[in-house]
């Protein structure tokens, strides 16, 4: 329990309940054995390792446009923060059934409907908001009316924009307390660290950027086409349905014309599901690169998180997760400074891809070499700062300085060409999971991410 709450309970006069603190370390294990890490990761597609790792320090993208977050930045504004919520609720410790942690988990991870009508889900949203709903019990008083009243601040900020309709269709109330926490503090990590103090997290969660503002990804596609946000490129949601017909909270002209922070999400996007990312259609052309851009779709270069950086050369391993490659570990990854900061660390002993076991929309007959040339390429672009040897001969990086190791799981779809791939200078190890997805195909869980982990660093 943080300092300021446990004097809070004290002034308060309410009887103090004390959230367990669980040691998340493996028995039998000293945590302070294992290597420290900076983990590269979106939400879901990361969050199965976490447990494998009692040392991280997780940098998350915060260019997500889906779902709740797509919502929240139409009306809001504001960094997406979809992603760092997914990861602080996985890396709440675990709790006994029925215990005031496990409540809060049950809250923080609680979505509302998608396949209701608008007028429903803000029913719902407004017994959370006046405290009514059944999801608060168990709760401590004191962590309730903490939640509720940043709660109260969103729903505030909401009403202050009535004109733009937001949509509480497949909102998460986790989100909806992060960003009201952002807003009012007017800082990410200040969200975090308040999120992590009334779940008794020790998580060590990293935005790649830090932000007030709206970030945007792009792909440049091989044939010159461009696909706008996160949800376009990864797992774009039909337009004009019944629940959402065409032109449904759209800004106004004024505001289209003037506001430096205008999201370019969809409203349609708040349709978005983790479920929708199974089935897809492929792009038309395979992707070129990722860019950021701004309002007006120029392209920008935003500096990356001091912290990400500074983790870069104290930290031992460097693990390129599981998940989507353009959307959750490139917006890592193109930043300025990051490639000659991860070729040039002192500290990192290896750099781990954990290969997907299968391609999606995005990476679309991807072989794993591809994976591989796409991190390089991304690292040695030209937003990086130029380097120069003798006689100003432009120098670069080899493979191995950016990936040493990958990871691929026995049975899974991607082709692996060991041989070519140790010719890189890059690792091999192959793993077995008896995790599988519906379709039989494999699927990482913390017990073999574990084991392989030991095999690298040995």
Not at 408 to 413: E, I, M, R, S
Not at 423 to 431: F, K, L, Q, T
Request: aromatic share 8%; net charge neutral; glycine share 8%.
């Amino acid at each position: 329990m943080s300092a300021s709450l446990a004097v809070a309970e004290s002034r308060s006069g309410t009887s103090r309940i004390n959230l367990p603190r669980v040691d998340t370390t493996p028995t039998g294990k000293d945590s302070h054995s294992e290597p420290t890490c900076v983990f590269l990761s979106g939400g879901t597609g990361g969050n199965a390792l976490c447990s494998a790792f009692s040392r991280a320090y997780y940098v998350l993208p915060v260019s997500d446009d889906g779902g709740s977050s797509s919502e929240i930045i139409r009306v809001l504004g504001g960094p997406s923060i979809g992603d760092i919520r997914s990861r602080l609720v996985r890396l709440i410790p675990p709790a006994e059934k029925g215990s005031p942690l496990d409540a809060l988990r049950s809250l923080l991870a609680y979505r509302l409907p998608v396949n209701c009508s608008d007028q429903s889900a803000r029913d719902e949203w407004r017994s959370i908001v006046e405290g009514r709903s059944s999801l608060w019990s168990g709760i401590p008083l004191d962590r309730k009316e903490a939640i509720r009243g940043f709660l109260v601040y969103f729903e505030n900020e909401v009403l202050k924009r009535a004109h733009k309709n937001f949509s509480f269709r497949n909102g998460s109330v986790g989100n909806y307390f992060l960003a009201a926490a952002q807003g009012f503090f007017r800082s990410l990590p200040s969200a975090i660290f308040l999120f992590s103090s009334v779940t008794n997290s020790q998580a060590n969660i990293v935005p790649v950027i830090v932000t007030n503002h709206t970030v945007t990804i792009a792909a440049e596609l091989n044939d010159g086409q461009r696909l706008v946000g996160q949800c376009e490129i990864s797992h774009p949601v039909q337009r004009g349905s019944a629940l959402n017909p065409p032109g449904r909270g759209t800004h106004d002209a004024y505001e289209d014309a003037i506001s430096p922070d205008l999201p370019v999400s969809q409203s349609q996007n708040v349709d978005f599901t983790a479920d929708a990312k199974e089935e897809y259609e492929h792009i038309g052309a395979p992707i070129h690169r990722l860019l950021y851009i701004n309002a007006y779709g120029h392209e920008i270069f935003p500096a990356p998180n001091p912290d990400y950086i500074a983790n870069l050369s104290m930290n031992e391993v460097l693990i390129y997760s599981c998940g989507s490659l353009w959307t959750s570990i490139v917006p890592c990854l193109a930043l300025r400074g990051v490639g000659p900061a991860i070729a040039r660390s002192p500290s990192l002993k290896a750099k781990v891809l954990f290969l997907n076991s299968r391609n999606d929309r995005e990476t679309a007959d991807y072989t794993a070499v591809d994976y591989i040339n796409v991190i390089v390429r991304t690292l040695s672009a030209r937003y990086q700062p130029e380097s120069y040897g003798i006689g100003n001969v432009s120098t670069s990086f080899p493979t191995s300085a950016y990936v040493t190791h990958l990871i691929h799981l026995h049975g899974g779809t991607v082709p692996v060409d060991v041989e070519v791939i140790t010719s890189m200078g890059v690792r091999c190890i192959g793993v077995n999971s008896h995790c599988l997805a519906k379709d039989g195909v494999p699927m990482y869980d913390s017990a073999c991410a574990s084991q392989v982990m030991k095999e690298v660093l040995r």
